[in-house]
């Protein structure tokens, strides 16, 4: 079932499945909305009560300012899990969506009993990243969004995958064309300033999870690797033919991953 809700002082969409005593949270990433999920929330469903949410400044929640933080975000989701009647829950992040849970996870212990960042790192932007994320803010604000859209959803794939999933490429250059251009720099401007989480990841009391792509573009294995070296606490899975969007690219094999580690942690 899909309804707005407000969160904090923020309009949201939400999607809950409604159904299920353990309750798992999917968060998307940049440039992306909650029916990135559809098809994978559909695999959690017969397990778990799965609730997605648009974070503020994306699909149609509402934007907030000129920057969104993740901590704004992770107390977004905070406030929209508690209207919901949420307790605690695993909160599983995707890219830019594994910043806010990893957050959420910080700043509020208490509701996250697992998480799991999904081809998502601790990591805080080099320069030459923020120096990208400029880039891009300077392209959106001279009216040319769809420069975004044609160069970013196929980079979200493994080479090999792209004419496969061409079809749930164009549907992410959809994504990108409807969110709102100040949705876009908010969150821009909200992960050049995230911090190094590292420490504070290794930190948290709740089991976690790394999920990699090992053809990602975006997080490239080598990247993936010195985390996985810096948080040993954590369990790692690789899926072997996935870019940066394994849930859709191997769905069964994240889902199988994800089972195993709520199951038996």
């Not at 559809?38 to 907030?64: C, N, Q, T, Y």
């Not at 909160?91 to 799991?116: C, T």
């Not at 033919?241 to 991953?257: D, R, T, V």
Request: aromatic fraction near 6%.
């Amino acid at each position: 079932m899909e309804k707005f809700l407000v969160a904090g002082d923020v309009a949201i969409r939400v999607s809950d499945s409604q159904k299920g005593d353990r309750v798992v949270v999917l968060l998307h990433g940049y440039l992306e909305n909650l029916n990135v999920w559809d098809d994978f929330a559909k695999l959690l469903a017969p397990h778990f009560r799965v609730i997605s949410m648009d974070l503020p400044g994306h699909g149609i929640s509402e934007v907030r300012g000129p920057v969104h933080t993740m901590g704004f975000l992770a107390d977004t989701v905070r406030e929209a899990l508690l209207q919901l009647g949420v307790v605690t829950c695993c909160v599983i992040g995707h890219s830019m969506g594994g910043y806010v849970a990893l957050a959420m996870a910080e700043k509020h212990p208490e509701m996250v009993d697992h998480l799991v960042l999904f081809s998502s790192t601790p990591n805080a932007d080099s320069p030459e990243k923020k120096e990208h994320r400029e880039r891009e803010i300077a392209i959106v604000e001279s009216g040319k969004k769809e420069l975004l859209a044609r160069t970013l959803p196929a980079k979200g794939f493994a080479a090999e995958n792209r004419a496969r999933f061409a079809d749930e490429i164009e549907d992410y250059a959809e994504l990108v064309q409807l969110t709102e251009d100040q949705g876009i720099t908010a969150l821009l401007r909200g992960l050049m300033e995230r911090r190094d989480m590292n420490e504070a990841m290794r930190a948290l009391p709740m089991p976690q999870l790394l999920i990699f792509g090992r053809k990602d573009e975006y997080i490239l294995p080598s990247v993936a690797e010195d985390v996985a070296r810096n948080q040993p606490q954590a369990q790692v899975v690789w899926l072997e033919n996935s870019g940066h969007n394994g849930f859709i690219e191997q769905p069964a094999e994240a889902l199988e991953a994800i089972l195993h580690f709520l199951n038996n942690n």
